[in-house]
């Protein structure tokens, strides 16, 4: 069947299912283009909160079903590519998040929201990239906070907000492959070009990249925002480089230059318009919390929605 074909039978199901299609931004093109909400882990995290639809089709990785599992229990979330990982979200366990909180009972966990079921249960309150400056900002000053599990980001909290933070030692495997050398050729190379960086890059919490008068640190979703409302015609993407697939569709007469042309998350591109469908058709693939986890792990994470 052609990609038509298959988006007309998506289109159908949809209907007849009661079902709603939400993808990441680092998605593929095709699958971008069926989604009835894009996002970034804020924006789908809000948005599994909020719908009616009886079915949610997750085009994302395995933590991002999960989170829409935890919000809307009474929905059947599917996922299309039942083995899409996260680098990031398995370099932290619960158990291990339950035992560096057991040695640290003062401590408040943060975790980013790019993490397991079993790390939200041992966690205090989630952050995504967009609201994380204003969770931390949130917390007593007198409190330790153990944030898990993106030590980037988490560098990047501490260089902005000046408060100390105990690191956990884990990584996105594409964002940590963007580095300050990349981002200073780059600024010589486009000196007229707003860079546009996410905070999980290796680079976020250098001080030579903080410091650069047309660099700017965002989520994805603040990336687009500042790309349309700019007036700016050139921009470098310093993220997962699907991102410049809707920055293009948004911003017909701009230019975006990644930042590097291997700066693919593999895992996101599981995904694909083919199993979209099977998934829909067949109702297969369906990601549930059990009870136990999932009543711990929303707690941090309606904290977190009610900051923002």
Known sequence: MTHTEITDRIKQLKKEKNAVILAHYYTRPEVQDIADYLGDSLGLSQEAGKTKADIIVFCGVHFMAETASIISPDKKVLIPAQHAGCSLAESLTGYELRE??????????????NTTAEVKAWTDICCTSANALKIVESLPEDRKI??????????????????????????????????SEMILRKSQEYPEADILIHPESHCSHDDAILNLPQAYMYSTAGMIKHAFHSSKKQFIIATEIETIYKLKKDNPTKEFIPIHPQTICGQMKKVTLENVWEALEKEQYEVKVPEAIREKAKLPIERMLKIN
């Open 100 to 113: 560096w909180k057991k040695a640290n009972p003062e401590g408040i966990v943060v975790s980013y929201v």
């Open 146 to 179: 153990l944030f898990v599990p993106d030590k980037n980001l988490g560098a990047w909290i501490q260089k902005k907000t000046g408060r100390a933070l105990e690191l956990w030692q884990g990584d996105c495997c594409v964002h940590e492959r963007i580095t």
